[in-house]
T-cell receptor, first 115, second 114 residues
Framework: DAGVTQSPTHLIKTRGQQVTLRCSPKSGHDTVSWYQQALGQGPQFIFQYYEEEERQRGNFPDRFSGHQFPNYSSELNVNALLLGDSALYLC??????????????FGSGTRLTVV | AQSVSQHNHHVILSEAASLELGCNYSYGGTVNLFWYVQYPGQHLQLLLKYFSGDPLVKGIKGFEAEFIKSKFSFNLRKPSVQWSDTAEYFCAVTPTDSWGKLQFGAGTQVVVTP
């Protein structure tokens, strides 16, 4: 059990569509980060949410947006999907007070395929 | 720009052999260092982490890693591997002032044959 829950596990979308991925952090964690892992590559940081605000952002276009809810769960939204957005999307959570000294807990991911 | 380099993309070895995976990072400031493992069909799991103090850190399942600051390296080792160590291994770095933005290497696929 990862402790971090992501849904759905798999998703197929058509180019140009929009998609929403969801994440529930591990109990006791209030900080959520999202990563994109393309096939054969390491995860790439998309952004991080804490106290319902985006705190840090990686090198991803504005088509990628997110939200964090009062219960600390989070959504990742991707608009105008491209074939290159096909990847495994990972959510990671951490307890904010120890974020800089804590090993983040990852979910199992959502496999997005854009056709 | 910050970067993480893992030396090998694929490693194949026999059970009981020793394993060493290289990781080098490029960053001018102080960093926290991690090794994660991803077993087939499972989520990323933390093997070990280094924040400060003794540069030789021990993790789960008999793994250890050594931080050599002068070489910007954080190599992972295991004296004797088992078939169950077959997995993909990722080195990751975050600046101490970056509050959680992990930079991952490309990963090393390790296959242990019986």
């Amino acid at each position: 059990d990862a402790g971090v829950t992501q849904s759905p596990t798999h998703l197929i979308k058509t180019r140009g569509q929009q998609v929403t991925l969801r994440c529930s952090p591990k109990s006791g964690h209030d900080t959520v980060s999202w990563y994109q892992q393309a096939l054969g590559q390491g995860p790439q940081f998309i952004f991080q949410y804490y106290e319902e605000e985006e705190r840090q952002r990686g090198n991803f276009p504005d088509r990628f947006s997110g939200h964090q809810f009062p219960n600390y769960s989070s959504e990742l939204n991707v608009n105008a999907l491209l074939l290159g957005d096909s990847a495994l999307y990972l959510c990671a959570s951490s307890p904010s007070r120890a974020s800089t000294t804590y090993g983040y807990t990852f979910g199992s991911g959502t496999r997005l395929t854009v056709v | 720009a910050q970067s993480v380099s893992q030396h090998n993309h694929h490693v194949i070895l026999s059970e009981a052999a020793s394993l060493e995976l290289g990781c080098n990072y490029s960053y001018g400031g102080t960093v926290n260092l991690f090794w994660y493992v991803q077993y087939p069909g499972q989520h990323l799991q933390l093997l070990l982490k280094y924040f400060s103090g003794d540069p030789l850190v021990k993790g789960i399942k008999g793994f250890e890693a050594e931080f050599i600051k002068s070489k910007f390296s954080f190599n992972l080792r295991k004296p004797s591997v088992q078939w169950s160590d077959t997995a993909e291994y990722f080195c990751a770095v975050t600046p101490t002032d970056s509050w959680g933005k992990l930079q991952f290497g490309a990963g090393t696929q390790v296959v242990v044959t019986p």
